[in-house]
């Protein structure tokens, strides 16, 4: 099922209801992920790490459209959903990735790298 792209929006939208706050969101998307696959220099804004980071939107919601989608499947089960903290910038090791709904297919990340546990 997709739902990659929907997945912060979707995450934040709980955070501003009051479900979950968003450092926890933060936690859960960022920096549990990067410890628990053991991945090197990701998931913290420190000197050391790649300045991977997506800035959002927490102010305005607007509805998942399908014709938005970046998707290779093209659709959403979430189509219509109001949902807020869609990303404004995407940055990959400091460089931005995508602006205002542009992507940037100049900038490419890096094969992760993961942890032998």
């Not at 949902?83 to 992507?103: C, D, K, M, Q, R």
């Amino acid at each position: 099922m997709p739902g990659v792209e929907t997945a912060l929006p979707l995450l934040l939208t709980q955070a501003m209801a009051g479900r979950c706050t968003v450092p926890q969101v933060v936690r859960w998307m960022s920096t549990a992920v990067a410890a628990a696959y053991e991945i090197p220099n990701k998931g913290k804004i420190a000197p050391g790490y790649d300045a991977d980071l997506v800035l959002v939107d927490l102010q305005t919601y607007r509805p998942v459209r399908r014709e938005e989608l970046l998707t290779k499947c093209g659709w959403s089960p979430f189509e219509g959903w109001a949902l807020t903290g869609w990303p404004v910038y995407t940055f990959v090791n400091g460089e931005i990735v995508f602006s205002h709904g542009t992507v940037n297919t100049a900038v490419r990340g890096q094969a992760l790298k993961f942890g032998l546990g």
